[in-house]
C-alpha cells in the first residue's frame, strides 16, 4: 500500500530537549516536505526536498532541521524545541512530474512542547 | 507573491442540499489548484487538481470544482451533501515556476446536518 508514515504520532516533551519526527515513504516519490498546522493558519510550509541532499527551507523555518541521505526518509530535527513549536506537523511526499502534483501526507504527529 | 483565500471559516448545509467551499487565488502565472479534505485525526486526502483543459474538474467522493480565470476562483462543489461530508477543506495552489511548493488556504470548515 502507498503510504507516507510519520513516527511518532504524538509527542510530549519539554523545551530545549531534542528530538525528531521520522517521516517514510515507500512510493519512489523525489519531492517531499514538511508542514504545521495551526488553527486559524492552515498548513505552512517549512522545509522541503526536491531530492536526495537538496534541501530548501519553506515559509517558517526557525527552529527546525531537516536532513534527506535516503530518498525514502525525511526526518524533521527540533534541536532545542520551544513552546511555540507546539503543533500538528504533517509529512508529504509527491512527484516531481509536471502531470502529478498531488501531494500524499502522512497521519500527521502531534507535538506539545511544555 | 502567491495566496490563497477562503473566506468562509465555516460552512453550513442541510443533507440533500449543494454546497460550496469558496477560494480563490493569486499566483503569477498559470496556476496549479488543490483540493484537500482532512477529518478528525486524520492526515489530509487529496480530493482533486486543476491543471489545464476543461475548467469543470471531477474529484473524489463526488465533489467537483470549477476554475474561473477571470475572477481566479476555484470553488468546490457538490450537488447533494452528505453528513459523512463534514471536515475540514482545504485549497492550495502551486505555480508552475515556483517549484513544488503548495501554498494552502486557511481552511473552511463544512457542517452538514441530517
Not at chain 1, 534541501?55 to 534527506?68: A, I, L, M, N, W
Not at chain 1, 524545541?81 to 502531470?99: D, H, K, R, V
Not at chain 2, 483543459?53 to 474529484?59: A, E, P
Request: proline share 5%; net charge positive; with cysteine.
Amino acid at each position: 500500500e502507498a503510504q507516507v508514515t510519520q513516527n511518532p504520532r504524538y509527542l510530549i516533551t519539554v523545551t530545549g530537549k531534542k528530538l525528531t519526527v521520522t517521516c517514510s515513504q515507500n512510493m519512489n516519490h523525489e519531492y517531499m516536505s514538511w508542514y504545521r498546522q495551526d488553527p486559524g493558519l492552515g498548513l505552512r510550509q517549512i522545509y522541503y526536498s526536491m531530492n536526495v541532499e537538496v534541501t530548501d527551507k519553506g515559509d517558517v523555518p526557525e527552529g527546525y532541521k531537516v536532513s534527506r541521505k535516503e530518498k525514502r526518509n525525511f526526518p524533521l530535527i527540533l534541536e532545542s524545541p520551544s513552546p511555540n513549536q507546539t503543533s500538528l506537523y504533517f509529512c508529504a511526499s509527491s512527484t516531481t512530474g509536471i502531470e502529478s502534483y498531488e501531494q500524499y501526507f502522512g497521519p500527521g504527529t502531534r507535538l506539545t512542547v511544555t | 507573491a502567491q495566496s490563497v483565500a477562503q473566506p468562509e471559516d465555516q460552512v453550513n448545509v442541510a443533507e440533500g442540499n449543494p454546497l460550496t467551499v469558496k477560494c480563490t487565488y493569486s499566483v503569477s502565472g498559470n496556476p496549479y489548484l488543490f483540493w484537500y479534505v482532512q477529518y478528525p485525526n486524520r492526515g489530509l486526502q487529496f480530493l482533486l487538481k486543476y491543471i489545464t483543459g476543461d475548467n469543470l474538474v471531477k474529484g473524489s467522493y463526488g465533489f467537483e470544482a470549477e476554475f474561473n480565470k477571470s475572477q481566479t476562483s476555484f470553488h468546490l462543489k457538490k450537488p447533494s451533501a452528505l453528513v459523512s461530508d463534514s471536515a475540514l477543506y482545504f485549497c492550495a495552489v502551486r505555480a508552475y515556476q515556483a517549484g513544488t511548493a503548495l501554498i494552502f488556504g486557511k481552511g473552511t470548515t463544512l457542517s452538514v446536518s441530517s
